[in-house]
């Protein structure tokens, strides 16, 4: 899908802000609501929107800490893999995993109520052998400078 001006408008705006009213959009870009909402909907059909959610302050969850834990893996055939980040994907406390390149094969950013469950966690993915993990490295978030917001639009 080849994306104009506009289209890429309504992508930032839509991105900083999912409930913004078709008719603020069609403002910001100079079209019809209709024609707007034409634009949005295609978006979506194409998967370019992939959705809209609510941010959802850390302060409904209470005291919680955040950690980066670098994890290497010591198997790298394709089930161990695959085992590994499905457990990752089924884990609530798991909020975000990156395959990444150097050192470490993943980067995995977890939300815990305390350190003592991070323990928890991390001991429970080292003691089961078919996850394959080596090593965990923990950093321990101390203060968000920024949060992620969205990826960056290109300009035209």
Request: proline fraction near 3%; aromatic fraction near 6%.
């Amino acid at each position: 899908m080849e994306l104009d001006r506009a289209d890429l408008k309504l992508l930032e705006m839509l991105q900083r802000d999912g409930r913004a009213t078709v008719q603020a959009l069609s403002e910001a870009i100079h079209l019809s609501a209709r024609a707007t909402l034409n634009r949005v909907r295609k978006l979506e059909a194409s998967g370019l929107i992939e959705g809209y959610r609510a941010l959802v302050s850390r302060r409904v969850q209470g005291e919680q800490i955040s950690v980066f834990a670098e994890i290497a893996l010591k198997d790298q055939r394709q089930a161990v893999v695959q085992r590994f980040e499905k457990r990752m994907a089924a884990s609530p406390e798991v909020i975000a995993c990156y395959v990444i390149s150097g050192r470490y094969d993943y980067i995995v950013r977890v939300a815990c109520p305390d350190l003592a469950r991070y323990h928890e966690l991390i001991n429970g993915w080292l003691d089961d052998a078919s996850l394959g993990v080596e090593k965990i490295v923990t950093n321990i978030e101390l203060q968000t400078i920024k949060e992620f917001a969205g990826f960056p639009v290109p300009r035209q």
